[in-house]
């Protein structure tokens, strides 16, 4: 590691922007969109944690679908960081500051059925889901409808990845009544 120490803007700070959003709105929404960063990166190492040990009758189906949609949210981080950075904040980037300001809970370090562990990932994404939801009204609140308009697209993405595990998680209706007993 090199020891020379140049420091060009500290963790936790919001400097002066080139898309002439004022500082002080500009701190609340950097400070919503690391909760984002942080909670889309406890999710992605979920959903490949359960991509990694999916097992099963439809292995290979949900084993793609698990991959899919947390390289949706590895792109989604990606462009929050990037926004972060453009509203002249810092992205929390390393693993012990996004634990510290995630708002889901990961999952703990156990291997659970894939029932469980596609219900966990629904449970997590509805906490995010609601998150966005609130931070889109901030952004727009504050005059950023850039942000609000980012957010609400990837938004519509996780619904939908949400809404495709609750099918998951339904009863299979082409089931044989002796196969449920």
Known sequence: MNTQKTVRQEAGTVEENSLRLDEEKAEQIVEALNADLADAY????????????????EFLDVHVFLQEVYEDVEDAADEVAERLQALGGVP???MTTLAAHAT??????????????????????????????????????????????????????????????????????????????
């Not at 406890?42 to 009758?57: C, F, M, R, S, T």
């Open 42 to 57: 406890v999710l992605y190492h979920q959903l490949h944690k359960h991509h990694w040990n999916v097992e099963g009758a």
């Open 92 to 94: 929390h980037a390393n």
């Open 104 to 181: 889901v809970e990961p999952e703990d370090e156990d291997v659970y059925d894939v029932r469980t562990s596609l219900a966990n990932d629904l449970e997590m994404m509805g906490d995010i889901i609601e998150s966005y939801r609130q931070h889109v009204e901030l952004a727009e609140g504050l005059g950023d409808y850039a942000t609000g308009e980012m957010l609400r697209e990837q938004l519509e993405v996780i619904e939908e990845h949400a809404h495709h595990i609750e099918h998951y998680l339904e009863d299979d209706s082409l089931v044989v009544e002796s196969a449920t007993r």
